[in-house]
């Protein structure tokens, strides 16, 4: 299962994304890629460690009520294939 992290601010790192997503994740996350950090257009993915949909959802859910550097993150989970089709 897959988890799209988007909105991210500008002024990150990704190692921060890495940070944030690690932390807020825990165990649950296995892989992490951070694109085009810096820019209006960043974006993160992540593997979850779970093929249980409903809580790869709750994990999105929770997601989008965190803050990254006080400003609010977006995401969603795809459960086959991967989660590149961003929402705006």
């Known amino acids: ?12 790192s990704a190692r921060e994304v890495r940070r944030f997503l690690e932390h807020e994740l825990g165990s649950y996350v296995s892989d ?13 993915t992540a593997t979850l460690a779970t093929d249980v949909p409903y809580i790869g959802e709750a994990m999105a859910q929770q997601l989008c009520q965190r803050r990254l550097n006080d400003e609010p993150v977006r995401a969603r989970v795809s459960v086959s294939g991967d989660a590149s089709a961003r929402l705006h």
Do not use: C, F, Q
Request: no cysteine; aromatic share 8%; glycine share 4%.
């Open 1 to 12: 299962m897959n988890l799209l992290l988007w909105k991210l601010p500008r002024r990150t």
């Open 32 to 44: 992490i890629e951070v694109h085009d950090a810096g820019t209006s257009h960043a974006y993160a």
